[in-house]
């Protein structure tokens, strides 16, 4: 076996190749689960029977009028479970609930011969509710102290004792929010039982082997009796890492109890009122720098909302707390995490995985205390960068640290940072009513599973008489190029072109106990394992090779198909070395396996190394804004990211550009609103449509987007010497909403801390240029003057100066900071 990162001469690795399903992707050819109902005959339909109270007892529920409905076959209950009727893993999560936890949870299914059909039963069946007081935002809740989970604290040195002798301390509060995944698929699943009893489901699912356990506890079953296949997501996004298990339950349940398919998707307004989201985060601190602004010290307590249940709370919480110091170093440091319990949908895990959310926390506190240290917030940034030498406040090593340094060096070298500054300052001083913004901000991001078991993963490679190559791996597919890389990998530890090799279908009853694919663990888990059983493969065939060419078998050389040896010019085609294997009867497939060595993690006293490596970058973003408005325009955004020895070039720069763009959105675009009123429809999403929740979209990209990757940067201790590079760049974005409070700054005077909601919507950079043009007017330094904005009239003809203002400003300025 080769050493993980040792790449051989001509590898397939690091070629730039197009997405292996990207022609079906455009043509619309590719088959996603719910393509997969029109090959099943006598299919039913499920359709769910929501609940109209955030928070309620099901005190009577009725389903006889929904079997009178024409087309409706059965009802699904809680009577039904043979198994546990529980869809979590905390066992926290009720199949069939008898108390409703948030506004639209399921209370049962209705199975229909038609989706219209399983629809109208679902209205005819007849529910009693008791309402009951319901807790829906993070300030209800940490006022009422409804929390859930553990309660970690992460710690070094004397919190205390670093903010004492800092000579400028600041304190304040920071609440932000969630984000939808709004993948293009919806959550779906279609189940049903062969004739040996075995239930079969494909599912939309990042995890299969979790889907098959809850499925199998659901039933009654055995892990062996169940398997799960995901052919492709379209999107996930971490939206279907824990989530699809439960639906994936109801579909396998009625396939049992009916003995015919079932299939179970859900319409957009079901998955967005459904299934959880990002969590949102409510931040305490307070923070010391020395006159040099360096960072003395830090104490923060970080609240999660979680919503009705932990799902994957507490590890998103974990990874939080053990990014809260991004890319800083920070000497003395006492961060304490908690889980808000409110009857919301249980928020889970989403691209990044409370990364962003703990980073965000302290790029938010340089961001506002730059100006009132009298320091250039990217120096300010530059100066607690990282060095070599330094350990993370969980007391592990920051391995190429100084690649930091060199990444935001090359990357102010690229995107022309003191040339564009320049022009920004004299721009700004030319238009008193439109000002632009310049920041860079950078990222350290740790890859691996905060759960240590999960970093293990399996492959099984076959290998044809004709000298074809299936290949079989516990990741799944969900537009991120996982299959691409691991085709790659593949052909390269084989020694034979990209065209050789096929990628079946994830399935359970083909590589067990698999991982999520999350974490940006994919590329890095299973192209080990790959790797692996490829090797093993390869090495029986050089001893054929090697008898037959009179060579030792260190000497034979496989490239491209083609297989030659050290002091010859004979040469054996690759098909016939296969076919010759076949015939000595040497074994043509292979189970590899990985694990991913180095890594341990105490959670109880969160300390140790949890993280095989980080992935470092950076990003340069300018913006402009309009003072009248709020409006903004993205302008240009330069990146420098590492991603190590890339597998795959084009894969991985799109990658970054995705997760560049989502993390923008969810920094500056994506709201969500729940009605937290006192009436009836307390609890309802309010933004369930894309007509209400504001997505990303062409006119959000920056006008210029330059991606380069690092170079140089060789991973040792990774599949091919590549870096993980699915959530690292979402943080990138940082740079648009640093750079959006650069321009709010211009506004107003040079001490002014702008004070920016997060979201950082046109209404929220609306209210902080309003705070900084006051500022300036308090200041008599001449600040560009505020103007005036009515709000739209209430209907009865009114302008209504008052209440939507009063409204909007309550919800969108965020709170003080105090020094």
Known sequence: MTALSERPANPVVGLTVSHESAELHVTGAALYTDDLVSRMAGTLHAWPVQAPHAHALVTGLRTEPALVVPGVVRVLTAADVPGVNDAGVKHDEPLFPDEVRYYGHAVCWVLGESLEAARLGAEAVEVDYEPLPSILTLTEAIEAGSFQGAQPTVSRGDAEAGLARATHRFS??????????????????????????????????????????????????????????CLRMGGGFGGKEMQPHGLAAIASLGAVLTGRPVRLRLNRTQDLTMTGKRHPFHAVWEVGFDDDGMIQGLRATLTADGGWSLDLSEPVLARALCHIDNAYYVPDIEAHGRIAKTNKTSQTAFRGFGGPQGMLVLEDILGRVAPALGIDPTELRRRNLYQPGQATPYGMPVRHAERLTQITDE?????????????????????????????????????????????????????????????????????????????????????????????????????????????????????????????????????????????????????????????????????????????????????????????????????????????????????????????????????????????????????????????????????????????????????????????????????????????????????????????????????????????????????????????????????????????????????????????????????????????????????????
């Open 411 to 819: 990357l102010s070298e690229r995107g022309e940072l003191q040339r564009r500054r320049r022009e920004v300052e004299a721009f700004n001083a030319e238009h008193e009513h439109i000002k632009r913004g310049l920041a860079m901000t950078p990222v350290k991001f740790g890859i691996s599973f905060n759960l240590t078991a999960f970093n293990q993963a399996g492959a099984l490679v076959h290998v044809y008489k004709d000298g074809s190559v299936l290949i079989n791996h516990g990741g799944t597919e969900m537009g991120q190029g996982l299959h691409t890389k691991m085709r790659q990998v593949a052909a390269t530890a084989l020694g034979v072109p990209l065209s050789h090799i096929r990628l079946a279908p994830t399935r359970t009853d083909k590589v067990p106990n698999t991982s999520a694919t999350a974490a940006s663990s994919g590329a890095d888990l299973n192209g080990g394992a790959v790797k692996n059983a490829c090797e093993q493969i390869r090495e029986r065939l050089e001893q054929v090779a090697a008898r037959t060419l009179n060579l030792h078998p260190s000497d034979v050389r496989i490239s491209g198909g083609v297989v030659t040896g050290l002091g010859t010019q004979d040469t054996i085609a690759w098909a016939d070395l296969v076919r010759a294997a076949y015939f000595q009867r040497i074994q043509l497939f292979a189970a590899g396996y990985y694990r991913t060595e180095g890594l341990h993690w105490d959670a109880s006293r969160m300390q140790g190394e949890p993280f095989k490596y980080f992935a470092y970058g950076a990003a340069i973003s300018e913006v402009e804004v309009d003072g009248f408005t709020g409006a903004y325009r993205f302008l240009r955004t330069d990146i420098v990211h590492d991603v190590g020895d890339s597998l795959s070039p084009l894969v991985d720069i799109g990658q970054i550009e995705g997760g560049f763009v989502q993390g923008a959105g969810w920094l500056t675009l994506e709201e969500l609103r729940w009605d937290t009123s006192d009436k009836p429809s307390r609890g309802r999403l309010a933004t369930q449509a894309a007509s209400t929740y504001k997505l990303p979209s062409f006119s959000e990209m920056p006008e210029v987007l330059n991606v380069h990757l690092f170079e140089r940067a060789t991973e040792d201790g990774a599949v091919y010497g590549s870096k993980a590079v699915g959530e690292p760049p979402l943080m990138l974005a940082f740079s648009v909403r640093e750079a959006l409070r650069a321009a709010v700054g211009a506004f107003g005077p040079a001490a002014h801390m702008v004070e920016l909601g997060c979201p950082s919507t046109p209404e929220a950079v609306y209210w902080a240029v309003d705070a900084a043009r006051r500022a300036g007017r308090e200041a008599g330094d001449g600040g560009a003057p505020a103007r005036s904005v009515a709000p739209v009239g209430s209907g009865n003809g009114t302008a209504g100066n008052g209440s939507l203002e009063r409204e909007l400003a309550e919800h969108l300025a965020p709170r003080g900071v105090t020094e």
């Open 172 to 229: 304040g509060e920071f609440e932000f929010g969630g984000q939808e995944h709004f993948y293009l698929e919806t959550h779906a699943a279609l189940a049903h039982v062969d004739e040996g009893g075995q239930v079969f489901a494909q599912s939309s699912t990042q995890h299969p082997s979790e889907t098959q356990e809850i499925i199998a506890h659901v039933l009654g079953l055995h892990n062996h009796e169940v398997t799960v296949q």
